[in-house]
């Protein structure tokens, strides 16, 4: 597609609800970011992909959180019991640079607002 | 201490004065930096790069200071749709030279 494509765009979860939030990033893009960005705040980094391999997880939160790349394409991030401190909007970005050094080129798809309740 | 520093604001100007962002990081290891832009529910897309020579697009200045670890934004003839939070953004280098460190943004406001 023309940009990168996350769904859904809003969410609404009880409080110890699993969700999974999609990436669709642009087509032939090798590096894939999930971000998420609090109220009032910056984006923070969780994850990077480049193709399937996941090569940095550093940022995720806690183990309630997980993300997955299998076919070096579409990206699932999925957060297990969800807490009201996951209320953020999800960022996914993609660029079609890999490895190091490389922080230019970055899109950022529209990102889905996750409200716990 | 936050790891990139910004004014959040908000900055409340008239149409067409100029206005100046400032930002400061503490990882002298930062290889790269940038100023996003980032309208009320939207994403956050690239404005420009910085460089320590300076760098000019239009009615946008951005400067870095590398001995002080400090960046600025200078926007000249402001617009209303000028009117969005500005990210202070710095790439490290060596290992996670991918990620981009965000700061907490400010928030501009231009008024008729």
């Known amino acids: 597609g023309a940009g990168v494509s996350q769904s859904p765009r809003y969410k609404v979860a009880k409080r110890g609800q699993d969700v999974a939030l999609r990436c669709d990033p642009i087509s032939g893009h090798v590096s894939l970011f999930w971000y998420q960005q609090a109220l009032g705040q910056g984006p923070e980094f969780l994850t990077y992909f480049q193709n399937e391999a996941q090569l940095d997880k550093s940022g995720l939160p806690s183990d309630r959180f997980f993300a997955e790349r299998p076919e070096g394409s579409v990206s699932t991030l999925k957060i297990q019991r969800t807490q009201q401190e996951d209320s953020a909007v999800y960022l996914c970005?993609?660029?079609?640079?890999?490895?190091?050094?490389?922080?230019?080129?970055?899109?950022f798809g529209s990102g889905t607002r996750l409200t716990v309740v | 201490r936050k790891e990139v520093e910004q004014d959040p604001g908000p900055f409340n100007v008239p149409e067409g004065a100029t206005v100046a962002f400032n930002c400061t990081y503490s990882n002298s290891a930062s290889q790269s930096f940038f100023w996003y832009r980032q309208d009320c529910r939207k994403e956050p897309k690239l404005l420009m790069s910085?460089?320590?020579s300076g760098n000019e697009d239009g009615r946008f200045t951005a400067q870095l200071n590398r001995a002080s670890q400090y960046i600025s934004l200078l926007i000249r003839d402001s617009k209303l749709s000028d009117s969005a939070t500005y990210l202070c953004?710095?790439?490290?280098?060596?290992?996670?030279?991918?990620?981009?460190?965000f700061g907490k943004g400010t928030k501009l406001s231009v008024i008729p």
């Open positions: 970005a993609s660029s079609h640079y890999g490895g190091q050094g490389q922080g230019y080129g970055y899109t």
């Open positions: 953004v710095v790439i490290l280098s060596g290992a996670g030279s991918y990620q981009l460190t």
């Open positions: 910085v460089y320590s």
